[in-house]
Every structure is written in C-alpha cells, then in structure tokens.
C-alpha cells in the first residue's frame, strides 16, 4: 500500500490538475553546437535554428565535442508565446547558487551556478532578433557565469598584436573605446572595448574578448566620420550611444584572445601632450579594485582565483598614462610606447599583499540576500524548511501548510528560499505565469520582475516576489504557493530509483551555497 511522502506527491498532483496547474514536462531541444567560449567548453541545445546560428556568430570558435561541457546551455523557444519587440530593460536576481535574468514575461534565463547549466524559454520573436542576442543575451549570460567559468573580469579595454595583448583600464569616460578603436586602426585587433576575461590556467595568463558591439558616446563622432551617417541609440545601461559591429563599420580586424603583457591606467588631463609613469605592482592591484567590494565569503574559491589572475596580471608591465590629445594622436603614442617597450614578467608579489577585486558577476543580483526568518513545515511526511526575509510570507506559508513540528521527520528534506522584493513589479499576463523545465531546473517567470526557480539536485526552491502577490492570502495560495508545491513535487520524483514502496525515500536536502 502505498505511504508517506508518495500520497502527498500523488495529492499535489491531483489537487494542481484539478485547477489547471500541471507539473511541467522536460523540454525537447534537439539542435547541438559546441563552442569555445572565454577558453571553456560550453554546449547550446535548442530547437531554434535562429539561436543555434546566433549563438554560432557570436561564440565563433567551435570544438569537436567533449564531455562534460564546462557550461551547459538550454535555450527553448515556446511556440504559444507572443511577445515581441521592443524589449524592456532586463532585470537580474538571484539566490544561492541560482541567478536569474528576466528579459520580459515570457522571455528569460536561470543559470545554475553549482551544476554550471543554464536554462532559457524565449518567444519566436526573440529567438529571431539576432541583434539582441548579440549586445545583450549572450553577453549577460557570459558575465553571469563568470565564475563558474573560472575568468576574472576585468574593466578594461584590449587590443593586440602578434599574439600580445596591451589593457586599457580607467575609470566611464577615461577613453577606453575610442582609444581601442584608433588602435585597431593603426594596425592592432580589437579584443574588447569595456569587458576584458582573464584566464590563468596551466601557469599562462590569456586575455579573451567576446564577438560584442562596440559602444562609442555621442562625441565620438567627431573623430570618426563612419559614425556620422548613423543615430545613436539608449544602451543597455541606458545612455545614448553608438553600437556598432568594429568590424563592418570600421572595417578593422577582431581577435578573441591574447596573452596580455602590458597593463596601462588611463588618465585625462586638461593641457595637451602626453606622459607614461610606470606603476608598482602593488599599486595596480589596488587601482584594479579600488571601486568595487570584496567578494562575499560564500565565493572564497573564487576569490583564490582572482587573487591569482590578478597576481599574474600585474607582473607585467604596468603604466599610467595622461593624455590630452584626440583619439588618433594617442594611439599612435601608445603605438610607438609598445613598439619600444620590451615586455616582461615581474617577479612575484609577496603573498602577504592582498589585491582587492574586479566585477563581481552574479553576486551583484542580490544572490547572497538574507533570509533570517525560518520555520520548519510539513506537507504529510515530507518537510521544508522555509527561509524569508518577510513575517508575511512566513505566516502566508504557515498558515496553509502544517507546522506541527511534532509529526515532521527531521532534519528538514526540502528548502524554499523566498524573498519578498519591492523592486519585482509584476503586471500578471491574462495568460498566467509562463514556465520551462529541462534537467531538473525549473524556471516560473512571474511577470519580468519576479521569478521562482527549483533545483531538483540540490532540492532547494528560491523566488522573489512582488509585494503585490501577498497581499490577498488566496491569491498567494493560488500563483505562489501551488507553484512551489508543484516544484517541490517535481524535484522529490526527479532523483532516479525512487519508487513508492512506501518507505521513508524523501531525500535529504542538499545544502546550496548561501
């Protein structure tokens, strides 16, 4: 007969299907293409055309396939969904080891930081706008998975040639576009323009670019006459400005990595001319991370890496340099400056110096937000622990589950993380909640701005929710909570050789990175 925690599977089921919430199925995504992307192995499965051929444009390299991938890439295209452009703003969240981009209701992303797999439903319109998957999916979704694809970030422009590699780090406004570009046009290629990744395996230290627009400011017009035909346009961090491709505009050569051997600080200075000071070690590393905050602790493998990949980096030569002078002026300067500079590695920096950091990639979407408020529940034999940051969703989450902790098996088998969040504005579609599930993941957009996720290996649950869901305690039942029972459901049945023999199988909860 059967018992325990498979009857209260079974009644969830029943109970979603009576109110039309079935527990979704795993997508099909058939079409397969292997890339190189930052130096790791990454896999796309989709089963559009359109994204298999945008995702080929912007990776470029392609490899034979190997296994396993270092990132694992899912993009489904839902046929029924029907927005379209334009796009608003995307809004990024995350949780743990869950980070999450919302491109609109119907459109985004959940990248699974400690599987390294991500997770996409797109509508037929997205998956066609080739532009947007070049300046903006694919280039938040690298920056996303930085981490777990082991780069550093790093602010700065690049360009190089031969094979070597010269940084333009500075400040928004310090000139790292034009002068990346005036440089590709004295006979360098364009790396990248604002975002450069580093990779220190095997002991070599590489500099990787991304196939990404290049962003110029209005003013630059003035220096390059291709741009004067054209109209700037509202960027992604919302100026205006021109995003062009370098090398159809410009017509210069585009390389995707290097190794870098000098690392130069930009500078403006009001009075013409020009002047490099060569700046210590020390000095770099701090300059590298002076306006921007420490990893949190729960990323401390992380910061190893960066720690070293900043170490090598600023063993190479390292300048400041102030100028005055128009774009082509400056770049013939620091054309000359590498063809008389001879590059080479300094010795090691002390191990007691320590470095701070570059861009912090996913933990800038809020993924380490506390959640102080706990209780123990029960849905029949299988219990959750429930983790907010809000008393109204404890006791929303309390009041229709069974927190007699008497009758619950312990420790706790199953974890929902929510967080109430007054920035996820939602504005629910007639249609409901949209959702994807593959390999268990599972993502519910709830409007743009507001999302649950679920990871059936880790067993844990997470969301962010708008303070609009709870305020109507049968609302929330209804667009909140049957979901996260129908998460929690699918993950218990996800684990392979589980069978309702009516022993005790729910399993033990896999703790995530908090």
């Known amino acids: 007969m059967e018992q325990g925690w498979w009857i209260v599977v079974k009644s969830v089921f029943n109970w979603l299907s009576c109110r039309g919430i079935g527990l979704d199925q795993d997508v099909h995504t058939p079409l397969h293409s292997h890339h190189i992307v930052t130096g790791a192995h990454c896999v796309v499965s989709t089963n559009s055309q359109a994204i298999l051929e945008a995702a080929g444009s912007f990776f470029r390299q392609a490899v034979e396939p190997q296994s396993p991938p270092t990132l694992s890439l899912h993009f489904w295209v839902d046929p029924a969904a029907q927005n379209s452009r334009p796009w608003p703003q995307p809004f990024f969240r995350g949780l743990g080891h869950l980070a999450y981009a919302g491109f609109d209701s119907e459109n985004s992303l959940l990248l699974d930081l400690r599987r390294r797999s991500v997770l996409g439903r797109f509508s037929p319109a997205m998956a066609q706008d080739a532009d947007y998957w070049q300046r903006v999916i694919l280039p938040t979704l690298v920056g996303l998975a930085s981490d777990a694809l082991g780069v550093t970030v790093i602010h700065s422009a690049c360009v190089e040639r031969n094979g070597v590699g010269l940084l333009l780090a500075g400040e928004s406004g310090a000139g790292k576009s034009t002068l990346s570009l005036a440089m590709a046009q004295c006979g360098f290629a364009f790396l ?288 909140v909570l049957a979901r996260l029972l129908s998460l929690t459901a699918m993950a218990i049945r996800w684990k392979p050789g589980q069978s309702p023999n009516g022993k005790d199988e729910c399993p033990g909860l896999v703790e995530s990175t908090r």
């Not at 930009?266 to 420490?294: C, I, N, W, Y």
């Not at 959750?384 to 009758?407: K, W």
Request: one cysteine or more.
């Open 192 to 479: 990248s323009d604002d975002w450069t990744y580093l990779s220190h395996a095997g002991g070599q230290l590489v500099a990787w670019g991304l196939v990404t627009p290049l962003k110029l400011l209005p003013h630059a017009a003035k220096y390059f006459p291709e741009l004067r035909s054209r109209e700037p346009d509202v960027s992604l961090n919302g100026e205006r400005a021109y995003e062009v491709d370098p090398e159809q505009v410009f017509g210069v050569r585009r390389s995707l990595r290097c190794e870098p051997h000098w690392l130069v600080f930009l500078e403006r200075q009001d009075k013409p001319g020009h002047t490099f000071v060569r700046m210590p070690p020390q000095a770099a590393a701090m300059r590298l991370g002076s306006a921007l905050e420490r990893l949190p602790r729960e990323l401390s493998r992380l910061r190893e890496t960066q720690k070293t990949t900043i170490r090598s980096l600023v063993e190479r030569e390292c300048w400041v340099f102030r100028y005055g002078e128009n774009p082509g002026a400056v770049a013939q300067a620091l054309d000359r400056f590498c063809a008389v500079s001879r590059p080479k590695v300094r010795r090691r920096i002390a191990a007691k110096h320590r470095p701070l950091f570059v861009r912090r990639a996913a933990s800038l979407i809020r993924r380490f937000t506390p959640t102080p408020l706990v209780a123990d529940l029960g849905a029949g034999e299988c219990a959750i622990r429930l983790e907010a940051n809000s008393p109204t969703i404890l006791r929303l989450v309390g009041n229709a589950l069974n927190r007699d902790q008497r009758n619950q098996p312990s420790p706790p088998r199953f974890l929902w993380r929510l967080i109430s969040d007054h920035d996820a504005g939602v504005h629910l579609p007639p249609s409901g909640f949209s959702s994807v599930s593959a390999d268990g993941m599972q993502v519910v957009n709830m409007g743009q701005r507001g999302f649950m996720a679920m990871d059936a290996d880790a067993r844990c649950a997470v969301g962010f929710l708008a303070k609009e869901l709870l305020r109507d305690g049968q609302r929330f039942e209804k667009l």
